[in-house]
């Protein structure tokens, strides 16, 4: 049987870059917590603890005095900047800089959508970090859309600008685009901007490639991540010997009877040493 690793697996570049300056921060003798867990895997998470990096909830983040403090690379709402500043608190803040753009680009919109009574609408999933991080450059205004029974939160006789939170699908913002345009009416002042990152949409014909190579796929992800579960479901639609794992003991040795090739790929917030992991894991069994 032979295992190979999807070459374009791996972190993404913003979580490389976050991963990378808690480490650094560590290595220099700091005491560093993540506001919230620096990636969406709980083994990269556990390892990361183990060197030493510490992480507050948001609900205590408000009583944390004196301490260094990272911001993930989803990045947060300018509230918790000021609550920072109050408390004397030092941030490093290792926000992916595609998401600060997007921060910027929606503040900016606010501003315009508020001389013009419109409203700001984001793809993406109520609750998700870098969503609310969004949300506070609004005054938490903008209306959040994942699905077709949310459009009812949209005023359509108002001008409307669309972004996407950086981890939807491509073919989801598509989607919920058209639905709005065919609720317009002819006069209505509608802009779209496609902001989901390139780091996810690029990965998807490259997946489509690897998951139609092999036999069977193993699809490496924490359970919290939404990149993981959109790009799993890629692969299952492709290739239906497609199996979700969260670590190396959740491989089931009756996915690979008589099974020549298998495929491992993962998230983007799945570390290559995982994948590493799982298949000399499935090479051994
Ligand atoms: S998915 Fe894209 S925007 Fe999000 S952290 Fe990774 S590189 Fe940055």
Same mark, same amino acid.
């Given at each position: ?10 972190? @993404? ?57 990272? %911001? ?12 920072? $500043? ?11 800089? %595609? ?11 606010? #501003? ?5 009574? =419109? ?11 870098? #969503?609310? =991080? ?5 005054? *938490? ?55 989901? @990152? =390139?780091?996810?949409? *690029? ?14 796929? %193993?699809?490496?992800? =924490? $359970? ?10 890629? @692969? ?23 099974? $020549? ?25």
């Amino acid at each position: 049987m032979v295992v190979t690793i999807d070459p374009s697996a791996g972190f @993404c570049f913003g979580v490389v870059r976050a991963v990378k300056t808690a480490e650094n921060e560590i290595l220099q003798g700091r005491q560093l917590s993540s506001l919230g867990d620096l990636v969406h895997n709980e083994q990269e998470v556990r390892r990361l603890n183990k060197i030493g990096l510490r992480s507050v909830t948001p609900e205590k983040f408000e009583n944390i005095q004196n301490q260094t403090i990272l %911001i993930r690379a989803h990045g947060e709402p300018p509230e918790t900047f000021k609550t920072a $500043k109050r408390n004397n608190v030092t941030l490093i803040d290792a926000t992916c800089p %595609i998401v600060t753009r997007l921060q910027q680009r929606i503040a900016e919109s606010h #501003v315009e959508m508020k001389e013009r009574g =419109g409203q700001v609408l984001i793809y993406g999933k109520q609750g998700h970090p870098e #969503v609310t =991080g969004l949300l506070g450059y609004t005054d *938490g205004e903008a209306v959040v859309i994942k699905e077709e029974k949310d459009l009812g939160n949209i005023d359509f006789s108002r001008p409307l600008r669309l972004y996407s939170q950086t981890t939807m699908s491509r073919e989801g913002f598509e989607e919920i685009k058209e639905k709005i345009s065919a609720l317009l009416d002819g006069h209505s002042d509608f802009k779209a901007y496609n902001t989901v @990152c =390139g780091q996810i949409s *690029g990965r998807v014909p490259l997946l489509i490639d690897f998951a139609g190579q092999h036999d069977v796929i %193993i699809f490496v992800s =924490g $359970k919290k991540s939404s990149n993981g579960k959109y790009l799993y479901g890629i @692969c299952k639609e492709v290739n239906p010997a497609s199996y979700f794992i969260s670590a190396k003991d959740d491989i089931n040795e009756s996915w690979f009877e008589n099974v $020549k090739t298998v495929g491992v790929s993962g998230a983007t917030s799945t570390p290559v040493w995982m994948l590493e992991e799982v298949a000399e894991a499935i090479t051994n069994k």
